[in-house]
């Protein structure tokens, strides 16, 4: 039942997953909004969306499909490629989808490094918050490089397939939604997402201290 049980049965872990779910998300969408805008695209400084305000990323309907079944989403920041300089727009379409993952792998990096730097007591605050962290974000940047539209993986490749490749995707894209829920629902997604968690945390742990 999505995060309805945990709120039943401990809702002070609920409010902690709730919120480094939720700013973990706002950051993900903010990393795309300001990398689009330092290539040259403000459509989403001029909507206000770059902002930790959550109510500005917010999704009526993906929170409470998250609360229902664990399976969310907020609003993604518009990005307008139209903007970006001709000679930059697939450099930008790459840079721009993979910034959102990069923000997840990065506060993950952070939360484990302190892991390491001070070693919390099991069953303490910090080990919580900073284990629940990683995982979130490890999780996140996992699903976000499935290369089905309107992930960010499909965008990513489609700045180095031919335009015939990308016309494809395009055609998807309405549907992607529905392929992506039906799949994980399947559990045909889960050898794909461990397989990038296992190569996220491998290139993550290259910079941890031993």
Same mark, same amino acid.
């Given at each position: 039942?999505? &995060?309805?049980? %945990? %709120?039943?049965?401990?809702?002070?872990a609920f409010v902690m997953l709730a919120v480094l779910l939720l700013y973990s998300v706002i950051f993900h969408e903010l990393?795309?909004?300001?990398?689009a805008c330092r290539m040259g695209d403000e459509t989403a400084k001029w909507l206000g969306r770059l @902002?930790?305000?959550p109510l500005k990323h917010l999704d009526p309907i993906g929170s409470l499909m998250l609360l229902v079944i664990g399976f969310g989403w907020a609003?993604?920041?518009? $990005?307008? &490629?139209?903007?970006?300089? *001709?000679?930059?727009?697939?450099?930008?379409?790459?840079?721009?989808?993979?910034?959102?993952? @990069? *923000?997840?792998?990065l506060i993950a990096f !952070? *939360?484990? %490094? &302190?892991?390491?730097l001070f070693s919390p007591e099991p069953g303490g605050m910090m080990?919580?918050?900073?284990?629940? %962290?990683a995982t979130i974000n490890i999780l996140l940047a996992a699903f976000n490089l499935i290369p089905i539209p309107p992930l960010d993986g499909s965008?990513?490749?489609?700045?180095? @397939?031919?335009?015939?490749?990308?016309?494809?995707?395009?055609? $998807?894209?309405? !549907?992607? =939604? !529905?392929?992506?829920?039906?799949?994980?629902?399947?559990g045909a997604l889960n050898p794909?997402?461990?397989? =990038?968690?296992?190569?996220?945390?491998?290139?993550?742990? &290259? =910079?941890?201290?031993?």
């Open positions: 039942m999505g &995060l309805i049980r %945990l %709120l039943i049965s401990d809702p002070a990393a795309h909004g300001w990398v @902002t930790l305000n609003k993604p920041v518009p $990005i307008n &490629l139209e903007n970006i300089p *001709a000679p930059q727009r697939r450099k930008g379409l790459v840079l721009v989808s993979a910034a959102g993952v @990069t *923000a997840n792998m !952070f *939360a484990l %490094l &302190l892991w390491r080990y919580s918050v900073l284990y629940t %962290l965008k990513i490749l489609m700045g180095f @397939t031919p335009e015939s490749v990308n016309r494809v995707l395009c055609q $998807i894209e309405p !549907f992607g =939604f !529905f392929i992506v829920l039906g799949l994980l629902l399947l794909v997402i461990a397989a =990038f968690q296992y190569g996220i945390i491998s290139f993550i742990s &290259l =910079f941890l201290p031993g």
